[in-house]
């Protein structure tokens, strides 16, 4: 007579096969997210696109705020930070600037990096700051009870705007793309190849990347607005975006029930602020000058 798996066997049998498990801290599973909930597949193409960059994890870390997508850095089996509301980016940048060889990753909801930390955002995309930004977009305020978000689309229901929002959304691209970002890409939950490859890209692009990943909310934004569970929302991905690459990012705008534009709108070359400060001080002192971070 066979005697069952232990719990260790059974992740061990988990491990055979499931490439995502060893860049998760197994510790902290089960997670918290709702089901159909789609960071949790968000995260899913991140470690692919960490298995395909071939990269020493050991040089990668990951800073997240505040909120249902913030959770991703504790789970990751990475050097990861968990800080306050809003200052994922400025922690990034000091992560980064104290060291420069870490490839730093800021992974977090539309929320708390466009509405507290807007600013931050902002500037850290003017310095073309050597960060990749991935931005779970979920249209509310998904931790806290389902408030209108900076991204709530004209007309949605949130706890804040029970007869629907009228307050202009943000198009997060536009944004990235108009305070400086190198690379903008914008996919749903139910494009996971195209997300992952864009992941991959920003690991092995220099400068600001900006990576928006939409994915639903059923527990609060789509039950509140009747667009059905998590299912659903993928089968409405999946029949209103259009792929239009190099798309001009002031045309790409999301409406409630309209065309959602992805693809990948900017890839392009500029000096970081790493970059830009050693070649101001090495000009500047004729030479005198010891690069930093080199």
């Known amino acids: 007579m066979t005697t069952p798996n232990t719990a260790p066997d059974l992740l061990r049998d988990i491990d055979s096969v499931n490439p995502v498990m060893p860049y998760l801290r197994q510790d902290r599973i089960p997670h918290i997210w709702c089901p159909s909930c789609g960071i949790g597949t968000t995260v899913n193409c991140f470690t692919r696109a960490l298995t395909e960059s071939g990269m020493d994890l050991d040089q990668i870390a990951i800073v997240s705020g505040i909120g249902c997508t913030g959770r991703v850095a504790g789970y990751m089996n990475l050097d990861s930070f968990h800080t306050t509301h809003g200052r994922a980016i400025p922690f990034a940048t000091g992560l980064k600037l104290a060291n420069p060889k870490l490839k730093v990753v800021v992974y977090s909801g539309d929320g708390d990096l466009t509405a507290i930390g807007g600013n931050h955002f902002l500037h850290a995309a003017r310095r073309n700051m050597d960060l990749m930004v991935v931005c779970v977009n979920n249209f509310t305020y998904g931790m806290t009870g389902g408030q209108v978000a900076p991204t709530t689309p004209i007309g949605a229901k949130q706890t804040t705007m029970p007869y629907g929002n009228y307050e202009q959304p943000f198009n997060l ?56 569970d998590g299912i659903d929302e993928l089968k409405h991905y999946k029949q209103k975006s259009v792929v239009k690459h190099g798309a001009d990012t002031k045309e790409v705008g999301l409406t409630f029930d309209g065309e959602i534009v992805v693809g990948k709108f900017v890839d392009r070359e500029r000096p970081t602020w790493l970059d830009a400060m050693n070649d101001h001080f090495t000009q500047t002192l004729g030479g005198k000058y010891t690069p930093y971070g080199g």
């Open 173 to 228: 691209p536009f944004l990235a793309d108009a305070c400086g970002a190198v690379y903008v890409a914008r996919w749903t939950v139910f494009h996971v190849r195209q997300l992952a490859k864009a992941m991959l890209e920003g690991l092995r692009k220099k400068g600001f990347v900006f990576i928006e990943a939409l994915s639903p909310c059923p527990t609060l934004y789509s039950r509140r607005n009747k667009l059905g």
